[in-house]
């Protein structure tokens, strides 16, 4: 147990929807990350926050957002959804977010797009 | 474009003998490695990691080589067990860009 939740395990959903993707970050650890996994790819890293600021971006879509609460969990949101966002969705968290930092993953969300 | 590239979707390997999992790499910027091993079902999980200034990092049966001029990292596992059996992400950053760019990843199966 690597100390990060994700939630929901799995979500089904239909084309044209919009989901919430929770996760909360080990106890201590101030940043977060999103990556996308689908179906044979590797880890696409989507987004950091460090402490409630965005700090780095990647492959990410305008139609996903995320943000970090004070509480520093976090909320990846997925609108208009496609066929193709289909994957798994995990989160990650390390202390302070430099490179040289252990990322711990969370379980990941299975997002399926009917 | 591919900037970390796992050429090896899988690998079979006897129990007791070396794993080599390899890594090849595009962007001279990178200056910091990473191996995650992940199970099904579950997050991937950090193994051993490499700075650009070492060519080697041990940590018990795990062993990461990075050939700078090569553009090529390797992960040796010495000796291989089941247990090991998962699948192996390799993972590069650039100092200060707070990304890490993974691989595809390559099915290791240690055969008993």
């Known amino acids: 147990d690597s100390g990060v939740t994700q939630t929901p395990k799995h979500l089904i959903t239909a084309t044209g929807q919009r989901v919430t993707l929770r996760c909360s970050p080990r106890s201590g650890d101030l940043s977060v990350y999103w990556y996308q996994q689908s179906l044979d790819q590797g880890l696409q890293f989507l987004i950091q926050y460090y402490n409630g600021e965005e700090r780095a971006k990647g492959n990410i879509l305008e139609r996903f957002s995320a943000q970090q609460f004070p509480d520093l969990h976090s909320e990846l949101n997925l609108s208009s959804l496609e066929l193709g966002d289909s994957a798994l969705y995990f989160c990650?968290?390390?202390?302070?977010?430099?490179?040289?930092?252990?990322?711990?993953f969370g379980p990941g969300t299975r997002l399926t797009v009917l | 474009d591919q900037q970390v590239k796992q050429n090896s979707p899988s690998l079979s390997v006897q129990e007791g003998r070396i794993s080599i999992l390899n890594c090849d790499y595009t962007?001279?910027?990178?200056?910091?490695f990473l191996w995650y091993k992940k199970y099904p079902a579950e997050g991937p999980t950090f193994l051993i990691s490499i700075s650009s200034i070492k060519d080697k990092n041990e940590d018990g049966r795990f062993t990461v080589f990075l050939n700078k001029s090569a553009k090529h990292l390797s992960l040796h596992i010495v000796p291989s067990q089941p247990g090991d059996s998962a699948v192996y992400f390799c993972?590069?950053?650039?100092?200060?860009?707070?990304?890490?760019?993974f691989g595809t990843g390559t099915r290791l199966k240690v055969l008993a």
């Open positions: 993972a590069a950053s650039t100092s200060g860009t707070y990304k890490y760019i």
């Open positions: 990650a968290s390390s202390g302070r977010g430099g490179e040289a930092d252990t990322q711990y």
């Open positions: 962007n001279s910027m990178f200056d910091y």
